[in-house]
């Protein structure tokens, strides 16, 4: 009889995901990308028939950790909004053979907001005081959690096109984090002032606009999977010191990227660096009378390692458990 294969659902995801150090996990990955001792294909799109939606594949291989796999990414078309769901398949390099299969939707949540924040720690001027966040769902606020610590924030503004229509209950998720964090209405006039502005939004069109800032700013994006989504207008790209979670892959993938190299004067070979350069500390300087974006299209390679840290979690709950 073959063994059977962990399965793990989000409920236990969740509670593992507090035995694990998230931000080192990636920080260690890209450092290992940076020393060639991983490997991130570009990400693959397979369109379903009669425009039904699509799915999204990311493969990794960590081979310092002896790990590789996979994560299936679903956006379904569906009424009254699309089923978007994923799941991560972590397998050996030694013997070839699956590991552990785990809902990756909070892994997901986690590791992008924790690579957002790598990103800012990285970036940012330490004297960054004002931050701003563009979304009020379960990404925006994992956002705000693991920037959080990152600095001595002043002010911390979250907003989004729908916060009108919040309810102070729902909001509370954001105001109930910390004491200096305040609900703004309009996405233009809560990032106006701000040093670091994080988008975290589903939109599939620009939510901002970088001209209508007062004073160089770090933006994030993070955006959506449908079909060349951005959160800022593709023509602003080559005036601005642009960074990424990977180079080789995000301009394939990215939407401002891929609309702004035809006809729109930008080139992949302007950006400044990502992150396993950053991490090494080989990136480029950033001007710093220019806006800085940093756009994170998601890596195979980032859900590889969490996978990686919560199976390692898992087996060592179940090794306790039988001792």
Request: proline share 7%; aromatic share 4%; hydrophobic share 45%.
């Amino acid at each position: 009889m073959s063994r059977m294969l962990p399965i793990l659902d989000d409920a236990a995801v969740l509670a593992l995901l507090g035995e694990v150090d998230v931000p080192a996990a990636l920080r260690d990955m890209f450092a290992g990308l940076h020393a060639g001792a991983a490997v991130q294909p570009p990400q693959s799109l397979t369109l379903f028939p009669n425009d039904a939606g699509d799915f999204i594949t990311y493969a990794g291989v960590l081979a310092g950790e002896g790990t590789f796999g996979v994560k299936v990414s679903p956006y379904i078309v569906a009424q009254p909004r699309p089923v978007i769901t994923a799941w991560t398949l972590l397998m050996s390099t030694e013997t070839g053979e699956p590991l552990m299969l785990c809902d990756a939707r909070r892994l997901t949540t986690e590791r992008t907001a924790a690579t957002t924040a790598l990103a800012v720690d990285l970036i940012a001027d330490a004297s960054a005081r004002d931050l701003t966040i563009v979304g009020t769902g379960d990404v925006a606020e994992a956002h705000l959690r693991r920037v959080l610590p990152l600095r001595d924030w002043r002010s911390i503004r979250v907003t989004s096109e729908a916060v009108a229509a919040k309810t102070a209950s729902a909001l509370s998720r954001f105001t109930g984090l910390d004491p200096r964090v305040a609900i703004v209405s309009g996405v233009e006039a809560a990032a106006r002032d701000a040093d670091v502005i994080l988008l975290c939004t589903s939109s599939a069109g620009p939510v901002l606009d970088p001209r209508t800032l007062t004073r160089p700013a770090v933006i994030t994006s993070i955006s959506t999977n449908a079909p060349r989504a951005h959160e800022i207008p593709p023509e602003v790209l080559a005036s601005l010191d642009v960074y990424c979670d990977y180079r080789a892959t995000a301009p394939l993938s990215a939407g401002e990227m891929v609309i702004a190299q035809h006809g729109l004067g930008w080139s992949p070979e302007a950006i400044v660096g990502d992150l396993p350069e950053l991490v090494a500390g080989a990136a480029g300087p950033r001007d710093p009378t220019r806006h800085a974006f940093f756009r994170s299209i998601g890596l195979g390679l980032e859900d590889i390692a969490l996978a990686t840290v919560i199976y390692r979690a898992a087996t060592r709950q179940a090794q306790e458990a039988q001792a």
